[in-house]
């Protein structure tokens, strides 16, 4: 059975949320998400996706969600993560962790503001109007840059921690050109020839907020402009189990999710269903793992800041923890030959329930340990 995982958009808050989901299906159903057959990635996605194919283990992931020390735990460091050894991580570079910027101003006097409005505008609309036009030429490019923000130390981050080599596990990342207006999947057979780091930074190119990403002729903006999930490409890839991780949709199953913090969601969880519907009429399996109430209100409406990430990572462990006691679950996963089942007491201490960071508040461990963010990371799937 061939494994599909699909890593949808959402800003640093999707990306916590991801490693918290991601961790709960390895530790909990023993579904290991860097072995998937694939991988989907679109923005927020594109980089978990990035990191899980390049060696970063979900420990590592986990730790860095969390920060360093109390203050770390704070601030919600997670922004883009840090392989072991880069250079970027060490102290000599005078670039601490918790400090990196992923919003630095790309202009620098007000007739450079104004000239970045212009350009901003101009590939918002495109994006928004998605047909066929010549491209802008490169003078005007230059004089008009479309982006108000840089990713800064994060471009850097992403340059020197990701191979330039794409991995030889299939790895698909989502963007936009917005000079045929058509979607591009980086990785694919037949898609042009990209780095890693640069293709990734096309996935996260969010119009008129960091500037386009160039590739030949194209030029490619943040692929949730499609779709914030692009789940039917798991099905182009011949995937017979999808696993979905949809930060920015909302779980439907939750007779309480219809709130005020979701009405921004409708437009990505209808394009969701939709893809969902195509994919189980093609004969896939599909097992979707979204916000629930709780998480959607603690997820708010800034999905690109840096606070309170921690508190987004445990709750998502705990809901996909649920998620997986699950007939449907259950029966799924165990055809594609791994045990969702519950960890033995033995193997994990059963505790109360705990606050988690001061930024964070209570997190429910009723019945079960929940995540281990608490009495240290494990060296390995407790299992």
């Known amino acids: 059975m061939k494994v599909g995982l699909v890593l949808g958009a959402g800003g640093t808050v999707g990306m916590a949320y991801h490693v918290g989901v991601l961790r709960a299906l390895r530790d909990e159903a023993g579904l290991d998400p860097a072995r998937a057959d694939l991988i989907i990635g679109t923005s927020a996605g594109s980089v978990i996706g990035a990191y899980l194919r390049s060696g970063l ?13 109390d203050a770390g735990r704070q601030a919600g460091v997670l922004a883009v993560p840090v392989l072991p050894g880069s250079p970027l991580a060490s102290a000599e570079n005078g670039v601490s ?9 790309a202009f620098h006097s007000p007739l450079d503001l104004i000239a970045h409005l212009l350009g901003s505008a101009f590939v918002l609309a495109r994006s928004a109007v ?7 030429p490169r003078f005007l490019r230059h004089a008009f840059p479309g982006g108000m923000f840089s990713l800064g130390e994060g471009r850097q981050r992403l340059e020197h921690d990701l191979p330039a080599a794409w991995p030889e596990q299939p790895l698909w990342l989502c963007a936009v050109d917005i000079v045929s207006g058509q979607r591009l999947v980086l990785g694919r057979e037949g898609s042009p020839p990209a780095t890693l780091s640069r293709a990734v930074m096309a996935s ?13 002729k194209k030029v490619l903006v943040d692929g949730g402009v499609h779709s914030s999930t692009n789940l039917d490409l798991a099905v182009a890839g011949g995937c017979d189990l999808i696993i979905g991780v949809a930060p920015m949709a909302f779980d439907t199953e939750d007779r309480n999710i219809f709130s005020p913090a979701n009405l921004f969601r409708r437009p990505p969880a209808v394009t969701l269903a939709h893809e969902v519907a195509m994919a189980r009429q093609n004969g896939a399996t599909v097992l979707l793992l979204r916000p629930n109430r709780a998480e959607v209100e603690k997820h708010g409406f800034n999905l690109m800041r840096r606070e309170g990430l921690d508190g987004i990572a445990t709750r998502a462990y705990e809901a996909t923890a649920d998620k997986l006691e699950s007939h449907r679950f259950r029966e799924a996963l165990e055809a594609a030959g791994t045990t969702a089942r519950s960890i033995e007491p033995a ?14 508040g209570a997190v429910a461990g009723v019945g079960r340990a929940g995540p281990p963010e608490a009495e240290g990371l494990p060296s390995a799937s407790r299992r």
């Open 130 to 136: 998605r047909v066929p036009l010549p491209s802008m």
């Open 204 to 216: 996260c190119a969010i119009p008129g907020v960091y500037p386009p990403v160039s590739l030949g």
């Open 57 to 69: 283990a979900l420990e590592e992931m986990w730790e860095q969600t969390f920060g360093d020390g």
């Open 347 to 360: 193997e994990r201490e059963v505790t109360p329930a705990r606050v988690v960071g001061t930024a964070t």
């Open 97 to 105: 962790r918790d400090k990196l910027q992923i919003f630095a101003p």
